[in-house]
Nanobody, 115 residues
Framework: VQLQASGGGLVQAGGSLRLSCVAS????????MGWFRQAPGKEREFVTR????????YYADSVKGRFTISRDNAKNTVYLQMNSLKPEDMAVYYC?????????WGQGTQVTVSS
């Protein structure tokens, strides 16, 4: 499975961005999808995930109420709507596809939040 993330950029604190991640080379609906992020000098951390059907989501406490994950299985795409962005949200964001036996990562997209 190949994952291509996009949508990152520069935004002012309080602003919004929408990330997308398109999957190819596999059956998208077979994978639980997630977003992780890594800030400079820090470990990669979990942000959010969504079940195969899209019916269940889970968020890190730091983004709960501000970020929303969704997926469109017909388009092989997972989204991350990020609102009320804070400087501490600045990081490279990676999408992740987790199957029963496999785990895949996208190349990352940079999110920069200016204060």
């Amino acid at each position: 499975v190949q994952l291509q993330a996009s949508g990152g950029g520069l935004v002012q604190a309080g602003g919004s961005l929408r990330l997308s991640c398109v999957a190819s080379g596999g059956t998208f609906a077979n994978y639980r999808m997630g977003w992780f992020r890594q800030a400079p000098g820090k470990e990669r951390e979990f942000v959010t995930r969504i079940s195969r059907s899209g019916g269940t989501t889970y968020y890190a406490d730091s983004v709960k109420g501000r970020f929303t994950i969704s997926r469109d299985n017909a388009k092989n795409t997972v989204y991350l709507q990020m609102n009320s962005l804070k400087p501490e949200d600045m990081a490279v964001y990676y999408c992740n596809a987790r199957g029963f036996f496999n785990n895949y990562w996208g190349q990352g997209t940079q999110v920069t939040v200016s204060s």
